[in-house]
């Protein structure tokens, strides 16, 4: 099962992470959705945002931070336990 990912970032003030994260899933080819914190502030609340760039992966915040697309790769290849 291949897991749905969300990047959740700010564009306003800029957010450098942001757009390195962006920019390295672009790179690998890998498929996402976006939730800018600008344009939607209440999904801070909704997924519990501490910090950003966030990926989400199937609802639920796998990582904050610029994350290695080897870990990030590995989250969304990996099978819940109760699947």
Do not use: H, W
Request: glycine letters at 10%; one cysteine or more; aromatic letters at 4%.
């Amino acid at each position: 099962m291949r897991g749905q990912l969300t990047l959740i970032k700010r564009s306003s003030p800029a957010c450098p992470g942001c757009n390195v994260m962006k920019a390295m899933l672009d790179g690998e080819g890998i498929e996402y959705s976006t939730i800018d914190l600008t344009e939607e502030p209440e999904a801070q609340d909704t997924y519990g945002v501490t910090g950003i760039p966030a990926l989400v992966i199937n609802g639920e915040i796998k990582f904050t931070g610029v994350t290695p697309i080897e870990e990030i790769t590995a989250a969304l290849t990996t099978k819940k336990e109760d699947e």
